[in-house]
């Protein structure tokens, strides 16, 4: 050693204080562009007092060296560190020891999650430098500007709030026994060198309280947009909020680290990724060289930053060593608000090294059991798989044919987690039958990737028919005609029908598992209950003529969201059919679906149950009725008169006349709950203009329809009001038919009640009554929507 050690104590510092102290300046530093390592080793030669370290790895001599310069200059130093960083961090290991046999005091944490601090304390000059950076070679300092970097904010301060409460936690740490021990150079029992100074209300040192809690606290109150560079995100309730935000209006733009989100370690963070995504935060990605390490939020109406080293997770909220600074207006810094402002907006609007976000789909399941083409299964089968990391949910197939039907949709079964097996047992399969299955992995962002057809036979000789689904009485039903539900075609479960529960529990009719009872329906017979989402009944039918068939279901029901929908030779004809709450089981409704086309001959259809309604059923049924369609019935104008134009059509006022006339849907029922009672989806909005309402939760291929009348010819210009988060989405406007605009966009207003007018001039429209319908064509990049719709101006 070079020089004599001197003893490190607080009085030591009051008198021996550098003069860089009174001059050092605030300052944040951005390594995209800035070398800020240069300013660390500067402060590291300066120190005359001493200076604490602590972090979680080290991988850069540069820093190791010039400290133990110090301490053989006789500069105190302590070290805080933590040697579980060695498993991947292969250079650590090295440091760790260079830095012990430079004869540097070392602690190290052991117990309990691990020391994810990156700060460095100069006691002479007080100042204290902190980041999420870890002390390697390319994390403060650019390889390319601009191109070969890491994202990251690094914060130097001369605070005394600051600088003291550092002083007081490393202390803290430092005499820790429980979770710290010697690890090099301590030659007595750690002590205090600091009074007990009390720490900034600013900072946040998890586990001395949960980060995400505060986080989230503040979240919850931004009214104006959240802007977020996070690595990692493994915590709900990080992404909750985020999700919440958007839902009330906040926009979010988050930036994010695309090799975590396949980081088959860090198997949550694409789910939370991928929730985000679908409910409505904008995302983008790293594409330059480096990585994407930053921790930062910016809530801009609120003026306040988050920064530190937490990730979004439930380790760094709640368990590891991390230190966060909750910046707020009070503390009287506005430059460093600016500062991240200014540093995310450069970021985002950098098209070149920052992307937008596009989910990916799971890997393919990997069967296991039973083997493709086993024999000899017995009545009931557990299909068992490997769905891989990445999916989350799972559709099952199965039938009796080499394209089995869906018995099962989005089921959250087992887990992403390596080494777990995803199982489902399917019941009362027919003797000496062959079935085929497959199973489709799917990720939160609704992303999917089948895996194979494989095929197993069960044991025993079948019945009589059962080789395929045969029609009830021998005989296909007719087309047009009507259909009472209880005959389903003959074959057993899987062959004619799908029902979640053995035998039937109304005993009457037919020895079958679905459930059938008498019905009150006014005709008297049977009809079948006890319906639950997945479940299904087949009928082979046999069709006069081609054309375009109405549907009638008689249906009773208990509560609202029953949906089912059918298929025609295996193909959904019909989407989603809501089931109205009739009042009760034997309180009976017909229900219309119009447009079914079908060809003349043979065909099978399918009933297939979607979901239940808030009674536990997906509604009691009694017949099916297909009549030749007849020529759709002009719409009725919203409130009995076409709007006149020059004038506003206030988008909420479409037509009467249902779905599939007025209007064209994709989910049933009206999601915002007001104004009107059908599938379309109506929220209430800020916007003066927009007269109380918008039309919301739009999805690519709706459609509205709008009956005007034009008081005098001429070329109209068009504004459509729009709110909208994401990039992409386009609509169109028809005129009687024809398209008059193409393809408009909708630009990213910034919030789903944020409003802006879009204009298209030349609309000729000649004197008289004329059809308008707003067409939804394509969505938004980052989510499912297409915008939201205040009105739509014909001047």
Avoid at 86 to 106: E, H, V, Y
Avoid at 119 to 132: A, I, R, Y
Avoid at 213 to 223: D, G
């Amino acid at each position: 050693m070079n020089g004599t050690v001197k003893t490190f104590t607080f009085a030591a510092f009051l008198t021996l204080v550098s003069p860089l102290a009174a001059s050092a300046q605030e300052r944040l530093c951005d390594p995209q562009t800035e070398d800020c390592r240069q300013p660390i080793i500067d402060l590291i030669r300066a120190e005359q007092v001493g200076i604490d370290v602590a972090f979680w790895f080290m991988e850069d001599a540069r820093y190791a060296n010039e400290l133990i310069l110090r301490r053989n200059a006789g500069v105190p130093i302590r070290i805080l560190v933590d040697q579980r960083a060695n498993a991947t961090k292969r250079l650590n290991a090295q440091t760790l020891s260079t830095l012990a046999n430079g004869g540097i005091p070392m602690r190290e944490k052991f117990a309990a999650d691990i020391l994810h601090f990156k700060m460095m304390l100069f006691q002479g000059q007080n100042v204290v430098e902190f980041s999420k950076a870890n002390y390697a070679p390319d994390e403060f300092v650019p390889v390319t500007p601009n191109a070969n970097y890491s994202d990251e904010a690094v914060f130097f301060t001369n605070d005394n709030s600051l600088t003291n409460t550092f002083r007081r936690r490393f202390d803290d740490l430092w005499i820790d026994t429980i979770n710290y021990r010697d690890f090099a150079n301590i030659m007595n029992p750690p002590v205090r060198l600091y009074p007990l100074f009390p720490i900034d209300p600013a900072m946040n040192f998890p586990p001395l309280e949960d980060f995400s809690n505060r986080a989230v606290s503040r979240y919850n109150v931004e009214s104006q947009r959240i802007d977020a560079a996070v690595f990692r995100v493994t915590d709900h309730r990080q992404a909750d909020a985020m999700i919440g935000a958007v839902a009330r209006g906040v926009p979010v733009r988050l930036i994010t680290e695309p090799t975590e989100y396949r980081n088959p370690v860090r198997l949550y963070d694409a789910k939370h990724v991928d929730r985000m995504f679908m409910g409505g935060v904008q995302i983008k990605i790293r594409q330059h060289e480096g990585l994407m390490h930053e921790a930062s939020v910016v809530l801009e109406g609120l003026g306040e930053v988050i920064f530190g080293s937490s990730n979004w997770t439930t380790a760094s909220a709640a368990f590891q060593d991390e230190h966060n600074y909750f910046y707020n207006p009070t503390l009287g810094k506005p430059w460093f608000f600016q500062w991240f402002i200014d540093q995310f907006n450069r970021k985002w609007n950098d098209t070149v090294n920052y992307v937008p976000f596009q989910p990916l789909p799971p890997d393919a399941p990997t069967y296991s059991a039973p083997v493709n083409g086993a024999s000899g299964q017995s009545s009931s089968v557990t299909l068992t798989w490997d769905g891989g990391p990445w999916a989350h949910f799972y559709d099952i197939y199965l039938g009796t044919t080499t394209n089995p039907p869906l018995i099962a949709g989005n089921m959250q079964i087992g887990s992403p987690d390596a080494g777990v097996m995803e199982t489902f047992t399917v019941n009362n399969l027919v003797a000496g039958t062959t079935y085929y299955w497959r199973v489709v992995g799917k990720t939160y962002a609704q992303l999917s990737t089948s895996g194979p057809v494989w095929s197993f036979t069960t044991a025993g000789t079948p019945p009589p028919g059962s080789g395929g689904s045969t029609p009830f009485g021998g005989t296909p039903w007719a087309i047009p005609g009507t259909i009472e539900a209880e005959n389903f075609d003959d074959g057993g479960q899987f062959v004619a029908y799908f029902d979640t529960t053995a035998g039937n529990s109304g005993g009457v009719y037919r020895t079958t598992d679905v459930d059938i009872e008498a019905t009150a329906d006014a005709g008297g017979g049977f009809d079948v209950m006890k319906t639950r989402v997945g479940e299904w009944l087949k009928y082979t039918v046999n069709v006069a003529a081609v054309g375009n068939y109405q549907l009638e279901t008689r249906v009773a029901n208990l509560g609202a969201g029953a949906k089912f929908h059918l298929e025609v030779d295996g193909v959904d004809k019909t989407g989603p059919i809501a089931v109205p709450d009739t009042g009760g089981w034997q309180s009976w409704q017909t229900i219309t679906t119009a447009g079914i086309p079908f060809t003349a001959g043979p065909h099978i259809i399918r009933i297939v149950l979607d979901s239940v309604g808030t009674g536990g059923g997906a509604g009691n049924l009694n017949w099916f009725r297909f009549s030749t369609a007849p020529t759709p019935s002009p719409t009725t104008p919203f409130g009995g008169t076409p709007v006149a134009l020059p004038g506003i059509v206030q988008a909420e006022n479409y037509d009467i006349g249902g779905q599939g006339l007025a209007y064209s849907d994709t989910t049933a029922g009206n999601a915002g709950n007001v104004y009107r009672s059908d599938d379309v989806d109506i929220g209430p909005t800020t916007d003066p203009s927009s007269n109380g309402f918008y039309v919301g939760w739009t999805r690519a291929g709706e459609w509205l329809k709008y009956t005007v009348n034009a008081t005098v010819a001429k070329s109209y210009a068009l504004g459509v009001r729009v709110a909208n988060m994401g990039s992409g989405a386009q609509f169109r406007l028809e005129v009687d038919g024809v398209d008059v605009t193409g393809p408009v966009a909708v630009p990213n207003t910034g919030g789903w009640d944020v409003w802006q007018t879009v204009s298209v001039s030349g609309i000729a429209l000649n004197q008289g009554q004329h059809v308008l319908r707003l067409v939804m064509v394509a969505r938004n990049v980052e989510n499912t929507g297409v915008g939201n719709f205040g009105y739509l101006s014909l001047q």
